[in-house]
């Protein structure tokens, strides 16, 4: 699987951005649960949003809940992410992973392939 992430930008503090990430290779819908991941200058990679591959778990990190929209197409291979009152602190190049286990997971770990990263400034 081929992971193309995208829509990353610079963006104001309260505005919004969607971010797709595009999958090819093996059939995106064979059972691929995705997850989005951000990494801040200096900081680990850390935990953003996952749904399942039929969209019926979603998990979020706490500190975007409210804000951020997973979801999914599985007749486009696309995820995306609905990014909404950003803040400043949203600033990261954001990941896009596949994990083909039965589960959502908020670690790195159990993911297969990543995506090339896209990057997200908030300014304030």
């Known amino acids: 699987v081929q992971l193309q992430a995208s829509g990353g930008g610079l963006v104001q503090a309260g505005g919004s951005l969607r971010l797709s990430c595009a999958a090819s290779g093996r059939t995106f819908s064979s059972r691929y649960n995705m997850g989005w991941f951000r990494q801040a200058p200096g900081k680990e990679r850390e935990f953003v949003a996952a749904i399942t591959w039929s969209g019926g778990n979603i998990d979020y990190l706490v500190s975007v809940k409210g804000r951020f929209t997973i979801s999914r197409d599985n007749a486009k291979n696309t995820v995306y992410l609905q990014m909404n009152s950003l803040k400043p602190e949203d600033t990261a190049v954001y990941y896009c992973?596949?994990?083909?286990?039965?589960?959502?997971?908020?670690?790195?770990?159990?993911?297969?392939?990543w995506g090339q990263g896209t990057l997200v400034t908030v300014s304030s």
């Open positions: 992973a596949a994990d083909s286990s039965i589960v959502v997971h908020r670690t790195t770990r159990p993911y297969d392939y």
